[in-house]
C-alpha cells in the first residue's frame, strides 16, 4: 500500500494530494492513509503534509528500500514478488532460499559476498545496484538456460545505454569505455532435463565510488555522468528489459536476443586473449549458441566458456 501511496504522490509531485482523494483512489481510510505517509516519511521520503490541503512529495531521493522498488516495478507494468534486503552476503545464495512461487526479485543495498564468474569477487558497496532476478520456466532445458546470460547482458546494456556509451564484453561484463560498470553471474537449478529454478544476478555500480586498484578498470554511473541516480527507477528499467528478452529465450526466440546482443557486442572485431593467453586471435562472430568464434593462426576456434581479455 506504501508503493501505491507513494505512486500518488510521485505523479503529482509538486502538488498537495488530499488524505481523501488518495483513500478514495486505493479504497482505505483517511487514518490508513495518514499511518501509510507517516511510514514513508520514517523511511526518508521528503513528504510534506498540510493540514486542509494534503500531501505534496517534494523530490523523490534516493530512497532504497521495497517500496520504491515496488513502485517502479508497477509503473513499467511488472508483478514481481520483492525481496528486499539491506545487506546480505549474495543475492543469487538469498533467491536459492526465498524463491517462491513462478518470478521475483531479491534486492540488497549491500552485499558482502557478492560473486562473479569463475569464482571471482564481486565488490557490492553501497550506492549500487544489486539483485537477482528468479524464476521457474515452464519445460526449458539446461542448455538452453544456459543462453540466459545473454539476456541478462543485453538487458542490462540497454538499461544503461540512454545514461552511458557502453558495450557487452562477451559474455556478460558491461563497459563504459575501459571502465567496468556492471557484471552478472547466471546460475540454475536442474534435473537432466528441465530447469526447475533460473537465477540472473546482476550487480550495476550506480551511486557508489570505486577507489583504489579497482578505479583503473571500474567506475560507477555517478563518476562516469557526474549524477545522481533514483536506484530503485534504474532496477526497474533493467528488470523491464530483462523480462522482455527472457520471454524470447522461452519462446525459442533466441536468434532475435541474439543478433541485438551481437550488435552491443564491443569484443567482435578485437584482438582477443582467452585462459590468459592460452589462445589469442580475433574475435569475428559470436555463433547460434553463443559461443565466440575466433580465428587464429591455426584456423577458427569456438570459445564455449572462460575468461576472455581484449588486447
Not at 112 to 136: E, H, L, N, Q
Request: glycine share 10%; hydrophobic share 40%.
Amino acid at each position: 500500500m506504501k508503493a501505491a501511496i507513494l505512486n500518488i504522490l510521485y505523479e503529482r509531485q509538486g502538488e498537495y494530494v488530499s488524505g481523501e482523494g488518495i483513500s478514495r483512489a486505493l479504497g482505505i481510510s483517511r487514518m490508513a492513509v495518514k499511518k501509510h505517509i507517516d511510514g514513508l516519511k520514517e523511511r526518508g521520503y521528503e513528504i510534506v503534509s498540510a493540514k486542509r490541503r494534503g500531501h505534496l512529495l517534494a523530490r523523490l531521493s534516493d530512497v532504497y528500500d521495497e517500496v520504491s522498488v515496488g513502485m517502479f516495478l508497477k509503473r513499467k507494468g511488472m508483478q514481481l514478488a520483492v525481496h528486499f534486503l539491506p545487506q546480505t552476503n549474495s543475492t543469487n545464495m538469498q533467491a536459492k532460499m526465498l524463491a517462491a512461487g513462478k518470478r521475483g526479485i531479491v534486492v540488497a543495498a549491500a552485499q558482502t559476498g557478492g560473486k562473479g564468474r569463475m569464482g571471482r569477487s564481486f565488490v557490492s558497496a553501497p550506492g549500487g545496484v544489486y539483485f537477482t532476478y528468479y524464476c521457474s520456466p515452464d519445460g526449458l532445458a539446461p542448455m538452453e538456460a544456459l543462453k540466459a546470460v545473454f539476456c541478462a547482458a543485453l538487458a542490462a546494456c540497454r538499461a544503461l545505454s540512454p545514461y552511458v556509451d557502453c558495450g557487452i564484453k562477451w559474455t556478460n561484463d558491461i563497459y563504459a569505455g575501459d571502465k567496468k560498470v556492471c557484471g552478472i553471474l547466471c546460475e540454475m537449478v536442474s534435473d537432466s532435463d528441465s530447469v526447475e529454478l533460473l537465477l540472473q544476478g546482476i550487480g550495476i555500480n550506480v551511486n557508489n565510488e570505486i577507489v583504489g586498484s579497482l578505479a583503473d578498470k571500474a567506475a560507477s554511473l555517478r563518476q562516469l555522468t557526474g549524477k545522481g541516480f533514483l536506484r530503485a527507477e534504474l532496477l526497474s528499467e533493467v528488470a523491464f528489459f530483462l523480462e522482455r528478452y527472457n520471454g524470447l529465450l522461452f519462446s525459442g526466440r533466441f536468434d532475435e536476443v541474439l543478433r541485438e546482443y551481437i550488435s552491443s557486442c564491443i569484443t567482435i572485431g578485437r584482438r582477443v586473449a582467452v585462459q590468459k593467453g592460452s589462445l589469442t586471435g580475433i574475435a569475428e562472430d559470436i555463433d547460434e549458441n553463443g559461443f565466440l568464434v575466433v580465428k587464429t593462426s591455426s584456423g577458427r576456434k569456438k570459445v564455449i566458456s572462460g575468461d576472455v581479455s581484449l588486447i
